[in-house]
């Protein structure tokens, strides 16, 4: 499985931005897709994760409410809306892949998630 993440940036606190992943090849090898972040300094963070099988999500308390995590149709694809931007969203995101679904109750763990995008930069930032 291969991901393509996009559409990081440079946004005002307050703003909004949509990241999207695609993912190519083995696109049945997988039962969730997950969002993480990585500040500089910190730990990579899991933030949000949707199941492909009934689309159970999860939201980390630091985005509930302001992040929303959808699929395509054909579940080649995630994407994450991040509205009412703050400065302490700044973070390199990235999308991945997990043979396991998403749990409703538990972030995602990134030694759970097999297959990542490259990361995109997300800078909120007046």
């Known amino acids: 499985v291969q991901l393509q993440a996009s559409g990081g940036g440079l946004v005002q606190p307050g703003g909004s931005l949509r990241l999207s992943c695609a993912a190519s090849?083995?696109?049945?090898?997988?039962?969730?897709f997950g969002w993480f972040r990585q500040a500089p300094g910190k730990e990579r963070e899991g933030i949000s994760c949707?199941?492909?099988?009934?689309?159970?999500?999860y939201y980390a308390d630091s985005v509930k409410g302001r992040f929303t995590i959808s699929t395509d149709s054909a579940k080649n694809a995630v994407y994450l809306q991040m509205n009412s931007l703050k400065p302490e969203d700044t973070a390199v995101y990235y999308c991945?892949?997990?043979?396991?679904?998403?749990?409703?109750?538990?972030?995602?763990?990134?030694?759970?998630?097999?297959?990542w995008g490259q990361g995109t930069q997300v800078t909120v930032s007046s």
């Open positions: 090849g083995f696109t049945s090898d997988y039962y969730a």
């Open positions: 991945a892949t997990s043979a396991y679904t998403c749990s409703s109750y538990f972030s995602p763990r990134p030694n759970e998630y097999d297959y």
């Open positions: 949707i199941s492909t099988s009934d689309s159970t999500t």
